[in-house]
């Protein structure tokens, strides 16, 4: 239950009991406890601060401190300074806390007020709905007069102040406070914040005294509150960390992470008719505002700031692009040249998350490829790749020059996991271009070659990694990258600006022969798609693909067909078999060694789907599924069973012996339906794609079912 401590330890009852020993004393003058209560106000904070508080025991804590009681005011004050939330704070909570702030009897002391204020400063980010404040802006605004919680006050208007709060009489009312008060700097620092919303109405006069910067209050005791949010989630198996809002402008903590990298959001050039995004709160308002959203005064805030990257996202702006672009130019330059003073992965870390939201590379191309340069292909080596993944369509000799080849030097390290870092590179780039591609409404005449030459050049990477590194994660790597080029091959939209790439003849038998079944079927779905991709591009551009390069294809399917269907392995009398590559030979001699065992098969039947040391297994069970189906549906007893493996003519004997009636035809279409079941849905698709007669027996069976 998220009121209760969600652990049983000794701490969390501890806790407990404290809050319960506190609060009954509460009730009581000092002279009626019997006890002192100052060393169980300790335990208490001391245990809130190591654990946090869960919103059960912060409630009952907040009403300790707003209502009236015999608790001195520092047991109080130190409680207010160790109110740690576990979680998020309850929207109540806000409202208890403001409407205990003010003059009379029955409030709070000042001091305790001011403290009050700064915890809400400090909690602002976790509280439920943040609208709740702006629903008392009026009620906290009324309470400037009150000097002693004025600064604390000045500071959490300046979080919640949104241009619908700025109105001209509040506008008269701080210019009139601020003359009284000599310039208050944090008078003065909210007349800033009001200032920015509407730049032509406060005259700069009453702007230029001292202001506060409204730092964070006490940045210790945000990353202690951090540290307790973080461990309260671990704890309920959650999230590690609270979930970043992605429709409000980010604010950077105060001294934290790349707090000074980039600015933050800010805009002073808005009109009353625009919105600026320090104005957007939730999804609704920004998809509400879209079009009328004010543009920050720095734009470089995009690099930082995933709203203003949604912004520029959906409603493109070709200024901005061009500004931003030319900041990173020249802060390209100087990250390289190591006068930015900035740790370099720090910057990469920003660049990483704005390829991601954007799907955009950012413009510093020659940037990148001097930092490579002075690279040591190990610190942030994933974010690196990360960011080169989103590299625009360039003439590939150029991009190989000043990209791929450096890159490729500073990663590979003679080990099959750097090669297989380096194609998960590649395979990402692909999927990158593809989506790009996608979005052309025009043929571009260069798209075709720039993609060719890349697949062409993994598949030497690939080649190799099957070879050095015979693994079925290896393998399926590489199918990763393969399904991306039959992507680009059977879609008739992406058609259009590629050209079909099959894979390397070696490449593809030596999948083909591989002892994973699912490796397998994702190479038979990868043929398949490839087919259908070939028959489309006979219609639109036959001439662009030699009868040579099509017959290779072509012995892929006939090959493996031979195999599974056929029971013809390593044929090489049909029309465009190639045999797998297997030279006649050594075909020869595999054919003597296998008849010498008197075995009962021949070396052609020994890869089909009865006998395929990958698809045997599956091949058998789906005929004891049959057998054992017959026997529960007790139409008869079977007189035996079959103890495999399946061959046309063993089915005829298992009939006349009494056991199972199954047509050859209609078990191998079975097998089929198994593995689909099992989800390798590869095997079939590729065999009723590529054999007419399959695909017919199988169109026979469904209407007669």
Sequence with gaps: MSGQQDDESPDAQGLSDALSDVVRASKLTAKHRGSNIKPTVERLVSLAYDQGLLPDDLGQLIDLITIPSFLDQ???????????????????????????????????????????????????????????????????????????????LCHLLALITRRRHVRPYRIQSLLSLSRQTGNDPAVTGLLR????????????????????AFKHPDP????????????????????????????????????????????????????????????????????????????PNQLIAILGDPLLQKLLLLKPHAEAHQRVSGWLASYGQDLMSGESGIDPKDSLEILHVYVL????????????????????????????????SYMPLLEFPRLSASILQPLEAKILENTASSQLQLLEFYT??????????????????????????????????CLTLIQTSPTNSTYSRVLDFYEQTALLASNPQLLSHTRIMIPPSTLVYILHFSLCPNVLSRLCAILSNYKAGFQKAMVTSRSDYTSEYINEFNGFLMDICNCIWRSRAFNRNDVNSHGCLIPRSLTEDLTSYVN????????????????????????????????????????GELSTRHAGPVTRASLTTLANNGGLRVVWDDYRLGVLSYLERKGMTGVGQLMYNTMTNVMKRRSTMAGSG
């Design 357 to 388: 939201n954007t799907k955009t590379f950012p413009p510093i191309f020659l940037a990148f490829s001097e930092y490579l340069k002075i690279w040591n292909g190990h610190d942030g080596r994933n974010l690196v790749l990360g960011i080169l």
């Design 74 to 152: 520092a047991s109080l004050g130190n409680i207010v300074r160790n109110l740690y939330p576990a979680t998020t704070v309850d929207d109540d909570l806000v409202v208890r806390v403001v409407g205990s702030l003010g003059h009379g009897k029955l409030k709070p002391s000042l001091a305790i007020q001011a403290a009050l204020l700064k915890w809400l400063v400090m909690v602002h980010h976790v509280i439920d709905h943040q609208a709740i404040l702006s629903r008392a802006y009026s009620v906290l605004f009324n309470l400037l007069d009150t000097a002693a919680i004025r600064k604390q």
């Design 220 to 295: 210790q005791w945000r990353e202690r509150l951090d540290e307790i949010q973080q461990a309260h989630a671990a704890r309920r198996a959650d999230r590690s960390e609270r979930p970043l809002d992605a429709f409000r402008v980010a604010r950077n903590r105060a001294n934290g992470k790349n707090s000074a990298l980039f600015p933050e959001v800010h805009t002073s050039n808005a009109t009353e008719n625009s919105v600026t995004l320090e104005e957007i709160e939730n999804v609704d308002g920004f998809v509400r505002n879209i079009e009328r959203i004010e543009l």
């Design 596 to 635: 010498s065992l008197n075995m009962g098969g021949s070396l052609s039947t020994l890869f089909s789907l009865s006998y395929s040391p990958v698809l045997g297994h599956s091949a058998i069970s789906h005929f004891r599924e049959l057998e054992d189906e017959e026997l529960e549906r007790g139409t």
């Design 428 to 461: 990402s780039l692909l999927q990158n271009w593809t989506i790009f591609l996608a979005s052309l409404e025009q043929k571009s005449t260069h798209t075709s070659t720039i993609v060719a030459d890349l697949v062409a050049h993994v598949n030497d990477l």
């Design 193 to 212: 914040v009001f200032k920015d919303y509407y730049p032509e109405i406060i005259v700069g006069e009453a702007t230029r005294a001292k202001a506060s």
